[in-house]
């Protein structure tokens, strides 16, 4: 009898479920079926609405549908509503932070249409969050871009960007503008009495201690934020504090505590399966435990959390702070078992991520290890280079800290002018300012004035110098392009006038003759010489206008070609004057006629979009795509140098997008005057 109501309600659950994918299905078909936008609209969103409680991958494909609906709609703050809604799934859950970035920039391709200034700035919340992990220079351009689209109603949204932006700062190394973001990131979150976010500033803060030198004070105030967690039951914060503990203990050189700490951190982790854990976090402290037993020579201990870290790197590849974690464990470890050419690629890979994320404790990082291998290698010249490079970033690191120790302390008298320690710092510096010979630093300071001003004087003199020779450079091209069009119109109306009339006389006394086989050859002599004309000079322009004169090239294409074409074309004829109208006419040209001869591509997608102050023209295709710089550079490409020149004529925009076997995207922007 006790088992009946555990029996009655597995069937509930059940029951449930069933009607969950019955309610799922009616609203999938009524999408699908309905010829009302809106009502397709509505259906969609309850689509998305049950499938948040059941699937994370169907809540995240079925909102992706749903901005592409609302998009067609022309409904762009639906579409911005579910974005901001769905990011954290995409571009954190499943990690995929690019492709969050391709629909957010789909999405503020419009942003004229978005007037809820909690929409406009959330987009751009939400794309600094993806270029967190690929760009943090872009992360911070779009995150002041959010701090400008937000209104004081916002606030809560406000303080969100101006903590991230200390965040993207602080990894950057720029420390006085860091911490100037936590402090109004605090301030708006105190006044908010958001107390969970008041402490991430305080984090943030703290680690901007350590990162400036000061590791004791650092691990000071750690012990005391950790308190503040385990008495407010944010437990899912604690790795986090405890790896940054066991790194300053690093530091300082305590390997007891940096041990200690570094399997704090890992039990922490453990205790917070159950709690939203982002993959980055385990993936640090995993890579440190892999260094430390790589180091120390208990080779099984690491090949355990390799393990680890290779089935996260699965899901996580196009996240560059945890891919780079990967690669350096990976090399660490491979260095360890004396396999230094699996090594030394991983080591090689892991560089290039630091780069670009411009990490320097991880370049640093990189090429003292690269160092390590190449001497391994017994390839001396290699370890000489990465690790004089490894010396001069570490210098560089160096002096930069002292630099920003200095503004550091400059911040906190300001802030904290009757702060003992503070008052005595400023009179040591003041006792070691009068200890200097006055004499010499005027002589040291002159000196350097004047190689500065001559330098100034060098360098201004260069620039105008390479400044009138580029202006030279753009109007010989912008001419000999005129020239050409010129040169064009006249041969192809020689061939059209001329040719093609005196080809019409002979085709009149072969049809006299009655010899057909002839009269066909003139006349497929004919159409040939009037397609040359054409192609030499659109007079279509003149007669049916751009418009037209696209939609019919594109038309010649898809009847003539293998290539399947599509298009949306808005009419933009009168915007542009009749030599923009050729110009542009020979870029798309010149576009679809790359894709036919080098991209290998079964299907191209063309868009002309008309804008308030622009027009956008779009060429995609699904080809084999290319390096575009390597091909910019290269004497044979003289079909791209032209498309920029054009494109610089009319004082436009041109934007490339390729990679590899994934198609490439030609997008133009002109200004309508």
């Not at 804008?611 to 091909?631: E, L, P, Q, R, T």
């Amino acid at each position: 009898m006790k088992a009946l109501p555990k029996f009655f309600l597995l069937f509930l659950i059940l029951l449930s479920l069933s009607s969950r994918a019955q309610d799922i299905q009616y609203y999938l078909d009524l999408s699908e079926n309905s010829s009302n936008s809106q009502e397709r609209l509505i259906a969609m969103d309850s689509v998305v609405s049950i499938a948040k409680r059941t699937d994370i991958n169907s809540f995240i494909n079925y909102s992706l549908q749903y901005i592409e609906i609302a998009k067609e709609m022309d409904s762009i703050e639906a579409a911005a509503r579910k974005m901001i809604n769905v990011h954290y799934s995409l571009s954190s859950v499943k990690n995929e932070p690019r492709e969050a970035l391709t629909i957010i920039d789909g999405i503020l391709a419009r942003k004229y249409k978005i007037k809820d200034s909690y929409l406009l700035g959330g987009l751009y919340l939400k794309r600094g969050g993806s270029n967190y992990k690929l760009n943090l220079t872009d992360a911070i351009e779009d995150y002041k871009m959010a701090i400008a689209s937000f209104t004081e109603k916002d606030s809560l949204f406000i303080a969100d960007a101006y903590l991230f932006s200390g965040q993207a700062y602080s990894n950057l190394g720029k420390f006085v503008p860091a911490g100037e973001s936590y402090r109004k990131a605090y301030n708006y979150f105190e006044a908010l009495k958001d107390y969970e976010y008041m402490f991430y500033a305080q984090q943030g803060i703290t680690t901007m201690f350590s990162m400036n030198g000061f590791h004791e004070k650092a691990m000071i105030e750690r012990e005391k934020n950790i308190k503040k967690i385990e008495s407010l039951g944010l437990l899912h914060h604690l790795p986090t504090e405890y790896y940054n503990q066991a790194l300053d203990y690093e530091k300082i050189g305590n390997k007891i505590k940096y041990l200690e700490y570094l399997f704090k951190a890992k039990e922490a982790i453990d205790n917070s399966r159950d709690n939203d854990l982002e993959i980055s976090n385990e993936m640090y402290v995993y890579a440190e435990l892999v260094d430390y037993y790589c180091e120390s020579g208990q080779i099984a201990a690491a090949e355990d959390y390799l393990i680890l870290i290779n089935q996260f790197h699965e899901n996580s590849q196009d996240d560059l702070i945890t891919s780079s974690q990967y690669l350096g464990a990976n090399a660490r470890y491979h260095y360890a078992k004396a396999e230094y050419g699996i090594a030394l690629n991983y080591a090689k890979q892991k560089l290039d991520k630091a780069e670009t994320l411009k990490y320097e404790e991880n370049i640093l990082s990189s090429h003292k290890l690269l160092s390590d291998i190449y001497t391994a290698q017994g390839n001396f010249r290699k370890a000489l280079e990465h690790e004089e490079a490894y010396s001069e970033l570490k210098d560089y690191i160096y002096n930069k800290g002292v630099a920003n120790s200095l503004a550091y302390y400059q911040t906190l008298y300001e802030t904290e002018k009757n702060e003992k320690e503070l008052v005595e710092q400023k009179a040591s510096i003041q006792l070691l300012e009068k200890d200097n010979q006055t004499f010499k630093k005027l002589m040291i300071f002159g000196g350097v004035a004047l190689l500065l001003l001559f330098g100034v004087i060098l360098l201004y003199r260069n620039q105008l110098y390479f400044k009138n020779r580029k202006v030279m450079q753009e109007k010989f091209s912008q001419e000999l392009i005129v020239s050409q069009e010129e040169e064009r119109m006249r041969i192809s109306k020689d061939l059209h006038d001329g040719l093609g009339q005196r080809l019409l006389v002979v085709k009149n006394k072969l049809m006299a003759s009655g010899d057909a086989e002839t009269k066909n050859m003139i006349d497929e002599t004919i159409e040939e010489v009037r397609a040359i004309s054409r192609d030499l000079h659109p007079f279509q322009l003149q007669e049916l206008g751009i418009t037209k004169a696209l939609e019919h090239t594109i038309t010649q294409i898809d009847e003539n070609t293998t290539l399947f074409i599509s298009s949306e074309i808005e009419n933009i004829d009168n915007i542009f004057d009749q030599e923009a109208e050729v110009n542009i006419y020979r870029i798309v040209q010149e576009s679809l006629s790359n894709v036919l001869k080098h991209a290998k591509a079964e299907a191209s997608k063309i868009s002309v979009k008309k804008m308030a102050n622009f027009v956008v023209i779009s060429i995609k295709d699904n080809g084999v795509g290319f390096d575009f710089s390597d091909k910019l550079q290269n004497v044979k490409s003289l079909g791209l140098k032209t498309l920029v020149e054009r494109t610089r004529f009319l004082d436009g925009q041109m934007k490339v997008e390729s990679k590899a076997n994934n198609g490439t995207t030609l997008q133009f922007q002109f200004p309508i005057s």
